[in-house]
C-alpha cells in the first residue's frame, strides 16, 4: 500500500507538473492521458503480488536514462517516446489479451496511442538535434529493458504471476519518468531550447 501511496504521488507531480512544459505544444491533455494511463494499470490488478512471490525480478530499470540532470533535453522527447511504445508493445500481444480484462486493455492502449502521437512532432522536432548530441542513445538502455520483460514473460510461459510482476514493474517505470520531466524543468523547461 505505501508503494502504491508513492507512486500515486509521483504521478500526480508527474501529471499536474507544467502542462506543455516540454517546449514541443503537449497540451494538457497529454498529462491527463498519462495520468489514466497510470490508473488503467491499476485497476488491472488481477492478482496481489503477495501470491507471485517466487516470480519476482529485477529487471533493472535503466534509471540513468531517465535521469534527467544527466539525460540531454535532445534525447529525453526520444526516452519518453521508446518507454511508451515499448510498453504498448508488451501490452499488444495475443497473450496480453488472453490475460487482461479487454475493456481495460482497450483503454491503455488507445491511451498510450495517444500520448506516442503527442510526442512524434516533439521527436521530429528533436530528431536532427538528438543525433548530434553527445554520449550514448538512452533509448537503447530502454530497448534492453524492455526486452528483458518480454524474454522474462516468454520465459514465464506469460502466467497471471509474470504478468502481474511485469503490471507492476511498468507502474515504476512509469513513476520514474517523473524525474526526468522534473530535470528537464530544471534545465529550462523547454527541450527546444540549446
Not at 166 to 190: A, H, N, P, W, Y
Request: glycine share 6%; net charge neutral; hydrophobic share 40%.
Amino acid at each position: 500500500m505505501a508503494l502504491m501511496l508513492s507512486l500515486l504521488s509521483a504521478l500526480v507531480v508527474f501529471s499536474y507538473g507544467h502542462g506543455g512544459s516540454l517546449g514541443c505544444n503537449l497540451t494538457l491533455n497529454h498529462d491527463l492521458v498519462s495520468r489514466e494511463n497510470f490508473l488503467l494499470l491499476d485497476q488491472m490488478r488481477r492478482i496481489s503480488l503477495s501470491l507471485c512471490l517466487d516470480d519476482r525480478k529485477e529487471f533493472r530499470f535503466p534509471q540513468q536514462a531517465v535521469n534527467g540532470s544527466q539525460v540531454q533535453k535532445t534525447q529525453a522527447i526520444s526516452v519518453l517516446y521508446e518507454m511508451l511504445e515499448q510498453t504498448s508493445r508488451v501490452f499488444l500481444t495475443k497473450e496480453s489479451s488472453a490475460t487482461w480484462n479487454m475493456t481495460l486493455l482497450d483503454k491503455l492502449l488507445t491511451g498510450l496511442h495517444r500520448q506516442l502521437e503527442d510526442l512524434e512532432s516533439c521527436l521530429v522536432q528533436e530528431v536532427g538535434q538528438a543525433e548530434s548530441a553527445a554520449g550514448k542513445d538512452p533509448t537503447l538502455a530502454v530497448k534492453r529493458y524492455f526486452l528483458g520483460i518480454r524474454l522474462y514473460l516468454k520465459q514465464k510461459k506469460y502466467s497471471d504471476c509474470a504478468w502481474e510482476v511485469v503490471r507492476g514493474e511498468i507502474m515504476s517505470s512509469f513513476s520514474s519518468l517523473t524525474s526526468l520531466q522534473e530535470g528537464l524543468r530544471k534545465k529550462d523547461g523547454d527541450l527546444g531550447s540549446p
